[in-house]
Structures are given as C-alpha cells and as structure tokens.
C-alpha cells in the first residue's frame, strides 16, 4: 500500500512540475472536443400513439376478418412503408431540394432510419420520428419531426377509409371477369361431355361407371342365381309331393260333376262373405274350379271322384315352374349385359378414358367455378358492409407534440466528459514526458530503481526575487485552471438557455 501511495504521489508530484504543460493540454483538449460537441445537431423527436383495428364484430360475423398478427404485420409495414416515406417526404420540408429519383430512394432511406414504429400491445402503435439536420435551426428540426410523425398518421388514414373499399370494389370486378371466362368453359365442357354421352350412353361415367355397372350386374346375378335355386328346390319338392297324391278319391259316390257344383259353391259362398278375386283364398277356390273344368267336368275314374288337394298341388306346381321360367330369363338376361360390359370395358379402352377425362376436366371446372362463385359473394358481402360501415378503426391515443428538449445528443454530459478527458490528458502528458526524461521525483524512486542506497538529497533553495515569481506564475496558473472551469460553466449555461428558446 506504501509503495503504490509512493508512485501515486510521485506522479502528481512530475505532473505538478510540469504543470504549465498539463494546463495547455488540457485546454488544447478541452477547447478542440466543445467545438466537435458544439457542431453536433440537436436531434429532437416526436412521438404518436395509435389505435388500430382493421375488423369490427360485424366482418367477424359474416366470416371475412383476416387474422390478427396478419394485420398487425400488414399495418406495421404500411407505417413504415417505402411508398409512405416518399408521400410523406414531398409534402414535407424534406422534399425540397429532390429532383430524381436517386435523390428520392436516398432520402428515404434517410428517413427509414429516422422512423421506427413499435407495437405495444395488440393494435396499439408507437411512431416515433427523430430530425437533427445541420442545416436546420433546432426549432425548425423539432416542428419536422412532428409533421413527419402528423404526415404518416394523415396518409395512413386515407389508405385505410378510401384505399380498402377501392380495393374491395377491383377485386370484385375481377373476380366477375374470372367467374364469366370460367362460366363459358364450363359451357363448352358440358357441351362435350352431353354430346359424348349421346353417342356412347354405355360409357357415361367412364371406366369408372362401367366398372361399377359391371359389379352391380354381377352383385344382381348372384342374387338371382340363389333365388333360382330355391325355387328350382321348391318345384322339386312340389313334383314329388304332386307324384304321391292321387288324381281321386276311391268310395266316394257322385261324379265329377258334384265336385265341380261343390267348387263353384264353395266360390259362390267366398263371394257372399265379400271376398274379392284378389284374396288368396279366392284365387285357390277359383284355380280349383279351373282345374275341375280342365279334368272333364267331372268325367272322373270309376268308383271316385276328383282329388281337390292334387288339383291345388298342380296349380302351385304351376306356378313354381313359372317362377323358375323367369329366374331363368332374367339371369340370361343379366349374363348378357356382363357379356356387353365386358366386350366395352375390353374393346374400347379408348373411348374410357375419353370418357373419364371429359368428366374429370368438368368436375374440376364445376368446382372451380363455385369456389370463385362463393368467394365473389363474399367479396360483394364485404363491400356492401364496407360502403355501410368502414371496419376501419382509428384512434389517435397521443398526438404528435413538438418536443422542447432534444433527445441527442446529451450535451451537458458531453461537456463534462470532455473536460475529464481534457484533464487526464494534461496530467498524463506530464507524467509521460516525466518518464521519458529519466527524472526521479523522490530519493524512494530514485533507489528502487538503480538498487542502490540514496546517501542524501539537496533541498530546493528559492531566493526571494525567484520566490515571487514563482508565486505569480502560480496564480496565473490557477487563472488558467479557473478561466477553463469558468468555460465549462458558462458553455453548460449557454445549452440550458438554448434548449429554453427552443420554442420561441
């Protein structure tokens, strides 16, 4: 601790002896650093806060509200837009002296590095836009950064309330010229697609439709063959039943003629109940007449008469083979449309595919041409919504003000670093120049270095004339110091006073 109080002291002790030089450092410093902090404009900012909503509940209602970090991405680029920036350039104080277009792109370049727009919250904005041009003075350069800010707000708004229904009303129109170039396609595939169904009607569908024909087909012939075998099984059945019932019955008096009267009775009697010739009791009453009458009229063996339950098992014999008759016929029937569907689907691959690439290119039509239909309804939706009701929602929360106080640079703390930098150079030049002279302020020093014992020091005898010298030197020296004190001072009064008149 002693010997860094040593070198400390033998430091202020070199910089005091060479202490004229420190104070013209110092001064040469502080002087040269307040004119480059004195040529540094005034920069001054101006701040707006907005509202934003670009949906009320009414388009989220009917289903045409766009996202919400889309639109706040969208709004954020609109704000700080190349486009924007150039509006807002021609009608302010910046613009003059812009004649091309070089010119132009580089001041808006300028400017986007002047403007940021920060988002706080969900839709609410900050603009903040910062003017410290050297040719302006700095109330000038304030009033800039409010009507650059006050400019973005204006051209903002107008975009939004005329720009969103004319882009509205354009996107309808042309969603009207898609929807009718697509309609005469459509037209024009229908058209091919009619008169090629009218001349192949077997390949309406394709080879899809004639795929699923044939497996309809053949989904039917298995029905009907199992169908066909019940009822071949149940006419066998009723062919042996009928084998072993007799045609008469033996020891029965009468011919067939009482059979016949007793038949037509027993019809006679189903009609008095009120039974109509549709009711099955009925019908087997009348097909028992018919039979009796085919047999003769009762011209029946010797010794018996005609059997009612052979006659009814030939009528239901009848009828079963009439069944099978139609089972058969419609299962030729059927194999003969497997046989032609086949024959298509093998003989005329070409004509398919045609087929099913007429279809196709009209489905995809057809539903292309519904999707622009319902979006050129919603488009009309929002326009009639639009001219009602603008959903645009704009809200100024702070106006753009004129500042009074810049916000760079910090001048005071400049100043006062300038001067800390001004005075360290002044003692470190004199300590430097001490060290490269090889001088020893103190016996301690003088030792440490060379090794050696210090066997005494000379003190410093002033005679009197020396003496008052000295001593006026002395106090010009605290002059300086004070007269560079007093600047510093009187330079921080003056960027007090001038932020004051900023306004005036």
């Given at each position: ?22 104070l ?11 004119l ?58 910046l613009g ?8 132009m ?51 903002f ?9 004319g ?51 053949r ?19 009723i062919?042996?039943?009928?084998a ?48 009796l ?84 309804e ?5 326009s009639?919504?639009?001219?009602e ?6 809200d ?7 500042s ?8 005071p ?14 003692l ?37 004339s ?39």
């Open positions: 601790m002693n010997e860094l109080f040593d070198e400390v002291r033998s430091a202020l002790y070199s910089a005091w002896s060479r202490k004229w030089l420190a013209g450092v110092a001064w040469a410093v502080c002087l040269a650093g307040w480059f902090v004195a040529s540094i404009p005034n920069t001054y900012e101006s701040h707006a806060k907005i509202f934003v909503q670009l949906d009320d509940m009414l388009s989220k209602q009917i289903g045409i509200a766009g996202s919400d970090m889309t639109d706040i991405a969208r709004v954020r680029q609109r704000l700080a837009s190349a486009a924007t920036l150039g509006q807002v350039i021609e009608s302010t104080q003059e002296g812009i004649s091309t277009p070089r010119d792109e580089a001041a808006i370049s300028r400017l986007s590095q002047d403007v940021t727009v920060r988002t706080e919250e969900d839709n609410l904005f900050e603009i903040t836009a910062k003017m410290g041009r050297s040719d302006l003075t700095d109330s000038e350069n304030a009033k800039l950064a409010q009507d650059v800010v006050r400019r973005m707000l204006d051209i708004y107008e975009e939004n309330v005329t720009g969103t229904r882009e509205v009303s354009d996107a309808v129109a042309l969603l009207d010229q898609q929807l009718d170039a697509r309609a005469k396609e459509l037209e024009r595939a229908e058209a091919r697609r009619t008169e090629f169904e009218a001349q192949h009607p077997e390949l309406i569908g394709g080879s899809a439709a004639i795929s699923s024909k044939l497996q309809a087909a989904s039917e012939m298995r029905g009907v063959e199992a169908d066909l075998a019940a009822a071949q099984s149940a006419l066998a059945a062919t042996g039943q009928l072993s019932t007799p045609r008469t019955l033996q020891g029965v008096g009468g011919g067939g003629g009482s059979a016949l009267d007793q038949a037509e009775a027993q019809v006679a009697e189903l009609r008095a109940r009120g039974l109509k010739s549709s009711h099955p009791d009925m019908q087997t009453a009348l097909r028992q007449v018919q039979n009458r085919e047999l003769g009229g009762g011209a029946a063996a010797p010794g018996g008469m005609p059997n009612p339950a052979y006659s009814s098992l030939v009528s239901i014999r009848a009828e079963r083979q009439a069944n099978v008759q139609a089972l058969l016929a419609r299962k030729a029937a059927l194999q003969a449309d497997i046989s032609m569907t086949m024959a298509d689907q093998v003989s005329e691959p070409g004509l398919a595919a045609e087929a099913q690439r007429i279809g196709r290119d009209y489905e995809v039509l057809k539903n292309k041409y519904d999707e622009l239909l319902q979006d050129r919603e488009m009309e939706l929002r009639q919504v639009e001219s009701r603008s959903s645009f929602r704009f100024v929360i702070d106006a753009p003000g004129i009074t106080r810049p916000a760079a640079p910090n001048r703390i400049l100043l006062l670093a300038v001067m800390v930098v001004g005075v360290g150079a002044g470190g030049s004199a300590i430097v120049l001490t060290m490269l002279k090889s001088t020893f302020s103190t016996s301690a020093g003088l030792k440490k270095s060379l090794g050696l014992p210090v066997i005494g020091t000379i003190s410093r005898n002033v005679p009197p020396r003496q008052a010298k000295e001593d006026r030197q002395l106090r010009l020296f605290y002059a300086g110091s004070g007269a560079l004190a007093g600047l510093l001072v009187v330079l921080l009064g003056i960027e007090f006073v001038q932020v004051g008149q900023v306004m005036a």
